[in-house]
């Protein structure tokens, strides 16, 4: 059978790819894409690794099939600094040393900035269960989390863009 | 390999359309949070995946004239949560429906999804039973309407026919003194499946409770609407002796198993636990829903 | 307490590889892809224990896109002899074995047969189409019932070693091992007090977010490429080596980024396929495990019995300790049981001991290192019993610990004497913490536990580059897990006197730089540290030299100083000082390029000591364990980059705690695995845990320059007691077997409700 032709944005930028239906996103992300940034820990929505936005949308995009992404727009971590200049959240993580080994890192900064899109003032635990969908395994997540509230209080300073 | 097809229907006809030519090997895509994950296992192998979320009854909320509302099947467990007047009304049907997963699972799962995948852990499941809801299902004979509990019919199995869809689930209009709420048992704090899961549905008038409805997941092969339950609390004023009553109700209504999730012993005494915790809290939204009947 | 000052030592400086990690660049095990790559997928036993009477592979191969199908027969023999592998050791004979069955299946997830084809979904179809008859046979899971006589036998050649005389008959117990010092039973003679107790703990995985993943080439003159995610390229080489009988230096290993390992990938099982497949099929081959995969057939960490048996003295002097503790090696013989047992009693110095344990295999996946292997198991039958011994005793559990101390001087059970050691200090620390100090929350209980790990040494080869600009790249080939590249440049800037941003520290192939043993054993800090210090020492001993020539003297006349060469006394003349960048400039005219080597074993490697403090809730109803506040304290020799050091404590009791609390391998009847998935396997999320709270103490190791002591495998120690003890004291039921999971506490709770309710 024929591949789909799909037509999507990914990162502002139209993209078109060929997927068969049961492709996932990531699958496409990670393949034809070449955006490996997105990360696949479980397969099955479990670990929060291959976090993407759709339409703004926090998803885990192995629980999504490419041929959905018609039509929609997808952010993935590859989108997330500005040109040459990292988004707040990369550079407090970097700053705070709240990576290790950096595998669920993509995944963490993704949902991160999916909350404070929302919320600036979120209290320590609606970040802990916002992302209690992103497994991490080196950290024990202390830094992750005082790297997200302290981006939030910049943000609310107007330190942080 | 077999060729899979997807098909993103713009109308119920063809939804069902596409239901009936794939001959039983159909599979309808809302979220596709259990769906690809049982495709990815093996334990599952659709022929064509019908995505219905082109479809705008099955994607939207509607407050209806009668005061109820219509969630569409496919509306994300996250918009529901947004939804101010639907939380309002019915908070422990929107809570259960915002404990299905993580907040990435929250962007694509639905209530109609969780429904239709038949599990008798299924979180928003309960609270709809205890809710009263009505599910709105689509097929080739047209509409028919069945109340949640007589949905499910075993563990992965309901009472679909073939070509058969589910639109939406409609929630009745809110008594003044009503509140609900639902309550599950997990290991951890988030990102399990309940071991327990109780939803309750309650309306007061002046502090006696006068209806009441209970649901409870994860304690047999579908999840149960309880009436000893209910029966126990309706006419009470909601005192220990009728919360004994119903959270035995609950626990003789278990028929668990021992699984790696929780014990037949740990299950049936958690669903008393709940059925308690739960009223308690469905109690105080009930009261704190009466215009000026604060205490 | 180091009293030094350091310029970069100590702070906290961005990582090199942080830029990379935070956008999606940085390439992981399952990023690297070649033009023409097939992919690898493998066949594995349903079945826990199987003779494996044929395998047809006929229509798999025909298959349209397949390449390759290798079973045992495509990888040789190996002899029954042991090599290091991290901190375990590993049988050849074994290793082939578990890579790829040959006679029987030993787990349900043995590999059989392994495909390359043209897409996933061949390959996925291709493994189906392999026909395996298997005759199955009985099967033992458990470690107590696989000790027992008629158990079922995995390995007809295992004979228990250590016992005397050498027993005939064929065992699942691989081996028996004895620590003794003193007279135990003079001791317990001696004793007023005594308490003993047996524990169980259920194996738990490693669980790196990452699954294992590999890219092999073979090219047709024989020469070998592989990208992996693993914590030691160079024992991925070296098994690639012995196991495919290709010449060493044939084979060069990249490694990847890491994507967590914790011991885990310190052992093969992809890369010796992908090889394999690789020769076969004249292709680049691509593998990558599923999750389900990761726990079905890599790590875990052992389950195992404890029996613990303390006598003291009245006034809390322990006088006799005598533990037992048989360990799950999986499949193959091969458990921690050694670091177990000299960890049980490392931490106190104790006159009478004797601990015996028990190597034991039985149908489960061949364990791996797991962060400290072995020592969290016996950790929490000690730190449980001696949390009892306080409680019997009236006695302020650091007060107990701090009366039977290890320090300096201290002989083990296990043989070693301590040199300096900073247990004593790490107790203080915990007694002076804010958490220990902070009153207890109504509602809420104290527990408190402590945790020994030994730390490695070994192999490390490093070299520095210096720049014609002067700025230096310091080479080595540890897999940096978790920050390590930071803290060799901190080191290396340190040891030049530049600024870190002049230094990069990269990780080199298997070909580029020297033998390097793995990324474990918390030896990269320390040993390959040293390594680069030396490397750097090297460079700059020629530096000197090259100072010396462009000023015309003897190098003994030069010194090295705030990064700048300088006469070392007015005798030798008056010369402005040469800084990093200026000798690096005339480098062509004074002789060359200026780079420095180092090649080690290093010794001396300071063993580290951890008190974790936890303050838990626990809901009578349901079981359920609420953590309030959780503080880990730990000498770490000195803290190079202390934010790394801090995530290294945080981590690692945040492990500890899930093996507490949550974590299990749950086997069927049938003995397979039921919770092959994150959902059921339950590592800690974010919303279960506190803000993990560290304390820092310093007591440098003095056999490292800047008494670095490895950090990293301490902190898992503690926190299984850690947690029991704070749950014994909140309900008053000890729980003596793990997970402490809802369920389990409930039924302990319910059970000992109408003792309670007597008291």
């Given at each position: ?161 | ?265 740990y299950r049936t005494k958690i669903a008393g636990v709940l059925l308690k915790r739960a ?17 | ?37 097939l992919v690898g997928r493998v066949l594995r036993s349903p079945h826990p224990h199987a ?709």
């Open positions: 059978m024929a591949k789909f032709h799909v037509t999507t944005t990914v990162n502002g930028e139209e993209v078109e790819f060929l997927c068969d239906a049961q492709d996932s996103m990531l699958d496409v992300l990670r393949g034809p894409l070449g955006l490996t940034g997105s990360k696949e820990g479980c397969g099955s929505g479990d670990c929060g690794a291959c976090s993407i936005t759709v339409d703004g949308r926090l998803v885990c995009s192995c629980l999504m099939l490419a041929a959905e992404a018609q039509g929609h727009s997808i952010g993935t971590i590859e989108g997330m600094a500005q040109g040459d200049r990292l988004h707040p959240l990369q550079e407090k993580f970097i700053e705070l040393a709240a990576l290790q080994c950096g595998i669920c890192t993509p995944g963490f900064l993704v949902a991160a900035k999916a909350l404070l899109d929302r919320n600036t003032n979120p209290t320590e635990t609606e970040v802990r269960y916002w992302l209690a969908g992103n497994l991490c395994r080196c950290t024990g997540y202390d830094k992750i989390i005082r790297a997200v509230m302290d981006v939030a209080a910049d943000m609310r300073k107007g330190v942080a863009a | 390999m077999s060729d899979i097809r997807y098909v993103a229907a713009e109308s119920l006809d063809e939804a069902v359309k596409a239901m009936l030519a794939a001959g039983g090997q159909g599979k309808i895509l809302a979220g596709g949070t259990d769906l690809l994950v049982q495709m990815r296992s093996g334990a599952q192998n659709p022929g064509t995946i019908v995505d219905v979320k082109k479809i705008d009854e099955v994607m939207q909320i509607v407050e209806l004239p009668d005061g109820g509302f219509r969630i569409g099947a496919a509306v994300s467990g996250a918009v529901i949560g947004e939804h101010r007047k639907l939380a309002a009304a019915w908070p422990g049907v929107v809570e259960a429906v915002n404990l299905i997963g993580s907040k990435q699972v929250q962007g694509r799962a639905s209530a109609g999804g969780n429904l239709c995948n038949s599990s008798p852990a299924a979180d928003s499941v309960p609270a709809l039973v205890a809710a009263g809801a009505k599910v709105v299902i689509q097929g080739p004979n047209g509409r028919r309407e069945v109340p949640v509990e007589a949905f499910p019919t075993g563990p992965g199995r309901n009472c679909l026919a073939p070509g058969e869809l589910v639109v939406s689930l409609t929630l009745p209009p809110r008594p003044p003194g009503s509140g609900d709420a639902y309550l599950r048992l997990i290991p951890r704090t988030e990102m399990d499946i309940a071991v327990v899961g109780v939803g309750v549905s309650l309306t007061l008038k002046d502090g006696v409770c006068t209806a009441a409805r209970v649901g409870l997941g994860a304690v047999a092969p579908t999840v149960l609407l309880v009436e000893d339950a209910a029966k126990a609390l309706i006419g009470s004023k909601l005192d220990d002796a009728a919360l004994e009553k119903a959270a035995a109700a609950c626990s003789a209504a278990c028929k668990p198993i021992n699984d790696k999730r929780g014990t037949i012993a009223t308690a809290i469905a109690a105080r939204r009930a009261t704190s829903n009466v215009p000026g009947g604060m205490h | 307490m180091t009293g030094q000052v350091y310029k970069w030592i100590g702070t906290r400086p961005n990582r090199p590889d942080g830029a990379d990690k935070v956008t999606g660049r940085a390439r992981f095990g399952a990023d690297f892809n070649m033009p023409g790559q003779r494996i009477v044929s395998i047809d592979i006929g229509a798999a191969a025909a298959l349209p896109g397949v390449k390759a199908v290798v079973t045992a027969a495509d990888f040789p023999e190996q002899e029954n002899i042991v090599v290091p592998a991290g901190e375990m050791q590993v049988n050849l004979r074994d290793v082939t074995r578990n890579i790829m069955a040959r006679e029987k299946v030993l787990y349900e997830g043995h590999p059989v047969a392994a495909v390359a084809a043209t897409t996933d979904a061949v390959a996925k179809q291709a493994v189906a189409l392999i026909k395996v008859v298997y005759e199955e046979l009985p099967h033992v899971i458990d470690v107590a019932a696989a000790m027992q006589d008629g158990a079922p036998i995995l390995h007809d050649h295992i004979r228990t070693e250590g016992v005397q005389p050498a027993p005939t008959k064929a065992s699942n117990i691989a081996k028996r091992v004895e620590n003794l010092k003193g007279d135990v039973a003079r001791g317990f003679a001696e004793a007023e007090v005594i308490i003993e107790r047996s524990y169980t703990t259920q194996p738990v995985h490693q669980a790196y977010i990452e699954p294992h993943a590999c890219l092999a080439s073979a090219a047709e003159d024989g020469q070998v490429q592989v990208w992996t995610t693993t914590q030691g390229h160079f024992q991925v080489r070296g098994f690639c080596s012995r196991l495919l009988n290709i010449e060493t230096s044939q084979i060069r290993v990249t490694p990847s980024e890491i994507g967590g390992g914790f011991g885990g990938k310190t052992v093969v099982y992809l890369e010796p396929v992908a090889v394999r497949l690789s020769q076969k099929t004249g292709k680049p081959v691509k593998m990558v495990m599923t999750r389900e995969e990761v726990f079905r057939a890599s790590g875990p960490a052992p389950g195992g019995t404890v029996k613990v048996k303390l006598g003291a003295k009245r006034d809390g002097r322990i006088v006799a300790a005598d533990i037992t503790i048989a360990l799950q090696a999986g499949a193959f013989p091969g458990s921690p049981i050694g670091p177990a047992c000299w960890c049980s009693m490392a931490c106190y110095d104790v006159d009478n001991i004797r601990v015996v344990g028990f190597d034991v295999v039985s149908n489960r996946p061949k364990v791996a290192a797991y962060r400290a292997p072995g020592a969290p198991i016996s950790a929490f039958g000690v730190e449980s019993t001696i949390d009892m011994l306080a409680q019997e005793l009236g006695m302020d559990p650091i007060e107990l610990r701090l009366k039977n101390a290890a320090q300096k001087g201290t002989k083990t059970h296990y043989g070693p004497t301590f040199d300096r050691i900073g247990f004593i200090e790490t107790l203080e620390a915990a007694r002076n913490s804010a958490h220990w100090k902070s009153p207890v929350k109504p509602g809420y209980a104290r527990g408190l536990a402590a945790g020994f790990w030994f730390n490695v040494g070994a192999d490390s080869s490093a070299a520095a580059h210096v720049a014609e600009d002067g700025t230096v790249t310091v080479i080595s080939g540890n897999p940096d897990i978790g920050g390590s590249r930071a803290s060799l440049a901190l080191m290396a800037a340190e040891e030049l006197g530049v600024d870190y941003d002049k230094v990069r520290a990269i990780i080199a192939d298997t070909s580029s730089v020297g033998f390097n043993f793995v990324t474990g054993g918390s030896r990269v800090t320390f040993a390959t540290g040293l390594a680069v210090v030396n490397a750097t020492k090297d460079a700059i001993r020629e530096l000197k030299v090259r100072a010396a020539k462009i000023w015309g003297v003897d190098p003994e006349g030069v010194v090295w100083e705030g990064g700048q060469a300088r006469p070392a006394g007015h005798n030798v003349g008056e010369f402005e000082p040469l800084s990093l960048a200026e000798i690096a400039a005339q480098a062509g005219k004074t002789g060359g390029p200026i780079n420095g080597h180092a090649q080690l074993n290093a010794q001396g490697a300071g063993p580290g000591f951890g008190v974790h403090i936890a303050d838990v809730k626990v809901d009578p109803d349901t079981g359920g364990v609420t953590i309030g506040r959780y503080t880990a304290v730990q000498d770490v020799g000195t803290a190079i980059h202390p934010g790394y050091v801090e995530g290294q404590l945080q981590g690692g009791a945040v492990q500890g705690i899930g093996w507490a609390l949550n974590e299990e391998y749950i086997y069927n009847a049938r003995g397979r695995l039921d919770n092959p998935g994150f959902l059921d396997y339950r590592i800690p999320v974010a919303s279960d845990l506190p803000m993990i709270e560290t304390v820092l103490v310093e007591v440098p190791n003095p056999h490292h320059p800047y008494g670095v002591r490895g950090v990293g495998e301490v902190p898992i120690v503690p926190p299984l007691a850690t947690i029991a003890n704070a749950v014994a004291r909140a309900t008053g039921v000890r729980m003596t077997d793990l997970p402490i999971s809802p369920p389990r506490l409930s039924a302990a709770l319910d059970a000992a409700m109408p003792r309670l309710a007597a008291e």
